[in-house]
Nanobody
Framework: QVQLVESGGGLVQAGGSLRLSCAAS????????MGWFRQAPGKEREFVAV????????AYEDSVKGRFTISRDNAKNTVYLQMNSLKPEDTAVYYCAAAYQDWSTKAYSYPYWGQGLQVTVSS
């Protein structure tokens, strides 16, 4: 089992930055692809970014390209999402997720999820 705990969310003004962290316990993340997803009120959960277990393959949802950066530190068993130039439409609950060696942009591919944390961007 993999337990994931996110941190770093909060309230920020438009144009600001936040860095989300996702710390894992129970298993090493070295063999897991890691994704970030988000869910805004009244909307379905959507893909934000994914990084392969090897760190070699990364993908982003179109609206965050050039603003968000996903990275991982396997030695710390932690994945990060650096979010710059934040917009009000980035407001959502953000989740990290883990999948064993399964690189995917689909939420259903991820069996392990964090509890989610709120990110609010004010205009």
């Amino acid at each position: 089992q993999v337990q994931l705990v996110e941190s770093g969310g909060g309230l920020v003004q438009a144009g600001g930055s936040l860095r989300l962290s996702c710390a894992a316990s129970g298993r090493t993340l070295r063999a897991y692809s890691m994704g970030w997803f988000r869910q805004a009120p009244g909307k379905e959960r959507e893909f934000v970014a994914v990084i392969a277990w090897s760190g070699g393959s990364i993908a982003y949802e179109d609206s965050v390209k050039g603003r968000f950066t996903i990275s991982r530190d396997n030695a710390k068993n932690t994945v990060y999402l650096q979010m710059n130039s934040l917009k009000p439409e980035d407001t959502a609950v953000y989740y990290c997720a883990a999948a064993y060696q399964d690189w995917s942009t689909k939420a259903y591919s991820y069996p392990y999820w964090g509890q989610g944390l709120q990110v609010t961007v004010s205009s």
